[in-house]
């Protein structure tokens, strides 16, 4: 079984609808993270967690917000999905980081096309 | 602002040469770097990271070097194998343990047979 696992995988809605993405991983770290992913921009972090009392913005969470409802479950929510949200959304986990480890495990990603 | 960048968006190489992969960035507070590697359809693997302190690792095929003057890391895969035709990414992070890391725009390697 995976151990970063993404639900769902490809979704398809419309402008302006509410749109929840969810990971949960089974690795027992407590740091998950959200990116997304755009043709030529590589990726780039909308929200990270180190642990579930904690919710920190990346780089681009303007229009994105997320849930932490466990060490496990790290959940991602469109209030209003708007067309430039269609990307490749990735979770990813880590272990409180040392001089020689710093590696993110990443899931399988969710394609998400919003019309 | 891109803050890691890999210039060359895609790498052709011939099966048994030398595939390099390069990646500049421009935070010099950047102290752990780290190569991606990514098929269709799923996401990122971790291959293979450096941190500041050195200059070279190595694991099997795969070598990274730091340039810490040049704000210059590089990828080499020794041989090259067509398993290996995926996409690459950098990524960097910083010295406050956040470990938050940010990303190049990949690499798409093609070792052909």
């Known amino acids: 079984d995976a151990d970063v696992t993404q639900t769902p995988r490809n979704r398809i809605t419309k402008t302006g609808k509410r749109i929840m993405l969810e990971c949960s991983q089974t690795k027992g770290h407590d740091r998950m993270y959200w990116y997304r992913q755009d043709p030529g921009l590589g990726l780039r972090l909308i929200y990270y967690?180190?642990?579930?009392?904690?919710?920190n913005k990346g780089e681009i969470s303007d229009g994105y917000s997320v849930s932490r409802q466990a060490q496990a479950k790290f959940s991602l929510s469109l209030e209003s999905a708007i067309p430039n949200q269609t990307a490749l959304y990735f979770c990813?986990?880590?272990?409180?980081?040392?001089?020689?480890?710093?590696?993110?495990?990443f899931g399988p990603g969710t394609r998400l096309t919003v019309l | 602002d891109q803050q890691v960048k890999q210039n060359s968006p895609s790498l052709s190489v011939q099966e048994g040469r030398i595939s390099i992969l390069n990646c500049d960035y421009t935070?010099?507070?950047?102290?752990?770097f780290l190569w991606y590697k990514k098929y269709p359809a799923e996401g990122p693997t971790f291959l293979i990271s450096?941190?500041?302190?050195?200059d070279k690792n190595e694991d099997g095929r795969f070598t990274v070097f730091l340039n810490k003057s040049a704000k210059h890391l590089s990828l080499h895969i020794v041989p090259s194998q067509p398993g290996d035709s995926a996409v690459y990414f950098c990524a960097a992070s910083g010295r406050t343990g956040a470990n938050n890391l940010f990303f190049g725009t990949g690499t798409r390697l093609t070792v052909i047979p």
């Open positions: 967690s180190f642990d579930v009392k904690d919710i």
């Open positions: 935070n010099s507070m950047f102290d752990y």
């Open positions: 450096i941190s500041s302190i050195k």
């Open positions: 990813a986990t880590s272990d409180t980081p040392d001089r020689d480890s710093n590696e993110q495990f």
